[in-house]
T-cell receptor
Framework: KQEVTQIPAALSVPEGENLVLNCSFTDSAIYNLQWFRQDPGKGLTSLLLIQSSQREQTSGRLNASLDKSSGRSTLYIAASQPGDSATYLC????????????FGKGTKLSVIP | GAVVSQHPSRVICKSGTSVKIECRSLDFQATTMFWYRQFPKQSLMLMATSNEGSKATYEQGVEKDKFLINHASLTLSTLTVTSAHPEDSSFYICSSRDNAAQYFGPGTRLLVL
């Protein structure tokens, strides 16, 4: 059974800092990995999707890497802003058609102005 | 990107009543929709996979007679929590997929008194 762990559970940084969020998974037989953002009481916004054959994806100030063999992914946020404050979820797609998503518990990020 | 809506966004009900949550894909047809549940500070857990025109597939430990799922059209899936109890209070999120990715609804907060 796939298990996804995110460290740290919470993180507080001053505005402008670069930061890294970590995600690890137990079964390396994955189809893809996604990073999501969840604002309080809201649904999920997809940030980056990395296919199993890829090593990284970039979107603006966000960069996600994937090391499938070691079961790890990182989300790098450059020049953090208060608007980045949210919970960041890592989800691993496995099973036929990558329809089965297994989520981590998330990292709650607070960017202090 | 694709848009998924949910209704209602928040519902409070008395113990023993039934609650229906709607999930709609607004700009694409979804043959498959997913229902997740998220307890506070926990990860999203897949409850069931809803297939248009056929019976839903439930994850282990999810009671199919308690959580009734109907996916009668390509744009609408409903989740009915029957005889709700306080322990059913949670955040319910649906998602639907196209060939590219999964898209998540904004979620429904259920509070059972």
């Amino acid at each position: 059974k796939q298990e996804v762990t995110q460290i740290p559970a919470a993180l507080s940084v001053p505005e402008g800092e670069n930061l890294v969020l970590n995600c690890s998974f137990t079964d390396s037989a994955i189809y893809n990995l996604q990073w999501f953002r969840q604002d309080p009481g809201k649904g999920l916004t997809s940030l980056l999707l990395i296919q199993s054959s890829q090593r990284e994806q970039t979107s603006g100030r966000l960069n996600a890497s994937l090391d499938k063999s070691s079961g790890r992914s990182t989300l790098y946020i450059a020049a953090s802003q208060p608007g980045d404050s949210a919970t960041y979820l890592c989800a691993v797609g496995s099973g036929a058609g990558s329809y089965q998503l297994t989520f981590g518990k998330g990292t709650k990020l607070s960017v202090i102005p | 990107g694709a848009v998924v809506s949910q209704h209602p966004s928040r519902v409070i009900c008395k113990s023993g009543t039934s609650v229906k949550i709607e999930c709609r894909s607004l700009d694409f047809q979804a043959t498959t929709m997913f229902w997740y549940r998220q307890f506070p500070k926990q990860s999203l857990m897949l409850m069931a996979t809803s297939n248009e025109g056929s019976k839903a597939t439930y994850e282990q430990g999810v009671e199919k007679d308690k959580f009734l799922i109907n996916h009668a059209s390509l744009t609408l899936s409903t989740l009915t929590v029957t005889s709700a109890h306080p322990e059913d209070s949670s955040f319910y999120i649906c998602s639907s997929r196209d060939n590219a990715a999964q898209y998540f609804g904004p979620g429904t907060r259920l509070l059972v008194l």
